[in-house]
């Protein structure tokens, strides 16, 4: 995530961020935990991994379900907003996770290469990105930063939001299931419409990946627009 694309998560969208993404995403602690098995089943070889966490900022699930799998793994969490940090610090200091956790305000270009790391996770962030090129450079920054074979965890929206209106629709039946008022589900999806574009399509995901000298990525779980994926950096680069 850029600062600029950071500049939207304030306080007040952090302090709501956890109830929000789980109504948002359906099957969000599962992509969490999904995404941590995964990553231990790619790291049966590394028992003490560091693992780089890409837009860590928010709930923290990601981290928090890993280090359950891994006892001995350590954690470089950078995001560049200052609230979503601050509620993602919390939540690893209630998991009593703080000591294997060192987090970075920032965003990947403070992160140095001269010690690549053996995995990484990058959840919700893509999307978020304006444009293929801002994709590219992410996702390149991160391939500059992991060992040859490393896997990642890679999740986010895909395809364009009005490509499937029924998508669309059920989105909205998601809010209102959990309360919203119908005005109050119009706003939300007026919200996520204007200030998010995802990649168009999971065939764009792994044109991007292969760009950036990523395999081809396995997909391990979807949700309406959302797709969770596991790739490794090319060991041919």
Known sequence: MTENSAAKFDRSRADEYGRQSRIALAGYDACHELSACMLSASLSDTPRARILVVGAG??????IAAAR??????????DPSPAMMD?????VVAGGLE???????GT???????EPFDAAIMIGVLHHLPGDQAKHDILQQLADRLKLGAPLVLAG?????????????????RWRMNGEAPDAVRAKLDRILSGAEPPRSEKAVA????????DAPLRFFASLFWGA?????????
Do not use: C, H
């Open 87 to 91: 509620v993602a610090r919390t939540n």
């Open 157 to 173: 929206n895909y395809r364009a939001y009005d490509s499937e209106p029924l998508f669309m629709a059920a989105w909205a039946e």
């Open 207 to 214: 044109a991007l990946l292969a760009e950036t000298g990523f």
């Open 58 to 63: 928010g709930t923290a699930g990601e981290i």
């Open 229 to 237: 994926w596991l790739t490794r950096r090319s060991s041919l680069a």
């Open 99 to 105: 000591a294997r956790v060192d987090f970075i305000l």
């Open 69 to 78: 799998l891994g006892p001995e793994w350590e954690f470089v969490a950078v």
């Open 108 to 114: 990947l270009q403070e992160i140095s290469k001269a």
